[in-house]
């Protein structure tokens, strides 16, 4: 994207006088593949910015320069190649899930059929709450997270939804009692 659309999109001009919020002007594309091409090494400043974006996805092209001790144009230019090369898949909120009405929350361990999971992993992802999908090894095959509004609809969830879907042979229930973010900011 030019400097001129950027500063537009942003509400400012191409010189950069007015902010560039990272998550509401620049986005990643949803369709990167996973393992399009081989990834460039990633050095200490690169680390650095990951860091910080994923403490706060809003902070601004200037305020990330500034935290890493390197020119704006510098950190804009490394953002847009992380997002180029599939590194920062995208920019989100994180949820509070019980004050948004999600009171109960669990993994959820399936077996699956060999080789079904395209077919079960597009199913997982229209469950009402589904928030993470993993195809995984060990004693189960997938590990799906799901936040629901109470315990009721849980057990209808996994009872009814999950347990009709064919190609799932099994599945275990892992309640969340209390979770951390890794990424939050610990604050004062």
Same mark, same amino acid.
């Given at each position: ?14 010189? *950069? ?12 594309? =949803? ?20 860091? !910080? ?15 890493? &001790?390197? =020119? ?24 509070? %899930?019980?004050?948004?009405? %999600? *009171? ?24 009402? *709450? ?6 995984? =090894? ?6 799906? @997270?799901? &936040? ?10 996994? @009872? ?8 799932? @042979?099994?599945?275990?229930? !892992? ?11 610990? *604050?004062?």
């Amino acid at each position: 994207m030019a400097d001129e659309q950027m500063a537009a999109a942003r509400g400012g001009s191409p010189d *950069g006088a007015a902010e560039d919020v990272v998550g509401e002007v620049l986005s990643a594309p =949803s369709d990167t593949p996973a393992y399009a091409a081989p990834a460039r090494p990633l050095d200490a400043i690169d680390r650095d910015i990951l860091r !910080l974006l994923q403490t706060d996805g809003r902070a601004s092209v200037r305020s990330v320069a500034e935290r890493v &001790h390197v =020119s704006r144009a510098n950190a804009y230019a490394r953002i847009n190649r992380l997002i180029d090369d599939g590194v920062i898949r995208g920019f989100s909120a994180r949820v509070n %899930h019980e004050r948004a009405g %999600h *009171g109960a929350s669990a993994y959820i361990t399936l077996k699956i059929v060999q080789n079904s999971w395209r077919t079960v992993r597009e199913q997982l992802k229209a469950l009402p *709450g589904a928030a993470h999908i993993a195809l995984v =090894s060990g004693d189960f095959d997938v590990l799906l @997270l799901v &936040h629901t509004p109470d315990n009721r609809t849980l057990r209808e969830l996994v @009872l009814t939804r999950l347990q009709a879907i064919p190609e799932v @042979l099994s599945t275990r229930t !892992l309640l969340v009692f209390d979770e951390m973010d890794m990424n939050a900011d610990p *604050g004062p």
